[in-house]
């Protein structure tokens, strides 16, 4: 069974850096693509990033390109996101997902990913 469990959110200034987490289980890079969403309060959830299965390319929103970076670690399976220039609009709840068989074109739509955490708060301070 997969589990997907974030960690490292936060209260930070604008202007700071943090990096969150997702240790997975029950999956492996090769097959899962590994999604960043966020959902602010009031708004729908939205893509920030994703690393696809296998060779690991990395796609951003436009929203954050420059400022975060996804990566992954094979041996302890997890997934990073390392957020710089954090501005108070990037205040949200950060949820990691995971799902098979996504293609390229779908990497974007939070119905592809079939696999959801609890989710981690990081808020921006002005």
């Known amino acids: 069974q997969v589990q997907l469990v974030e960690s490292g959110g936060g209260l930070v200034q604008a202007g700071d850096s943090l990096t969150v987490s997702c240790a997975a289980s029950?999956?492996?890079?090769?097959?899962?693509?590994v999604g960043w969403f966020r959902q602010a309060p009031g708004q729908e959830r939205e893509f920030v990033a994703a690393?696809?299965?296998?060779?690991?390319?990395?796609y951003y929103a436009d929203s954050v390109k420059g400022r975060f970076t996804i990566s992954r670690d094979s041996a302890k399976i997890t997934v990073y996101l390392q957020m710089k220039n954090l501005k108070p609009e990037d205040t949200a709840v950060y949820y990691c997902?995971?799902?098979?068989?996504?293609?390229?074109?779908?990497?974007?739509?939070?119905?592809?990913?079939?696999?959801w955490g609890q989710g981690t708060q990081v808020t921006v301070s002005s």
């Open positions: 997902a995971a799902g098979r068989g996504i293609i390229l074109s779908s990497l974007f739509s939070d119905r592809q990913y079939d696999y």
């Open positions: 029950g999956l492996s890079f090769s097959t899962y693509t």
């Open positions: 690393i696809r299965r296998g060779g690991g390319g990395t």
